[in-house]
């Protein structure tokens, strides 16, 4: 095996590793899987871009 057969081999592991665990966290219940901003349950919200003290 060449060297970059190793490497693209690595590569291709490490992206299964991220994509499980994402996935992982997405189902597990509490989790911020879908981000913490309220994207999935609508728990905590951030404030808008602009500010909310702008009149």
Avoid: E, N, W
């Avoid at 081999?9 to 219940?29: D, N, Q, S, T």
């Amino acid at each position: 095996m060449d060297i970059q057969t190793i490497i693209v081999i690595l590569l291709v592991f490490g992206a299964a590793v991220y994509l499980i665990r994402k996935y992982a966290r997405a189902v597990r219940p509490g989790g911020c899987g879908c981000g913490c901003d309220g994207g999935c349950s609508g728990g905590k919200r951030s404030a808008p871009a602009g500010g909310s003290d702008r009149k």
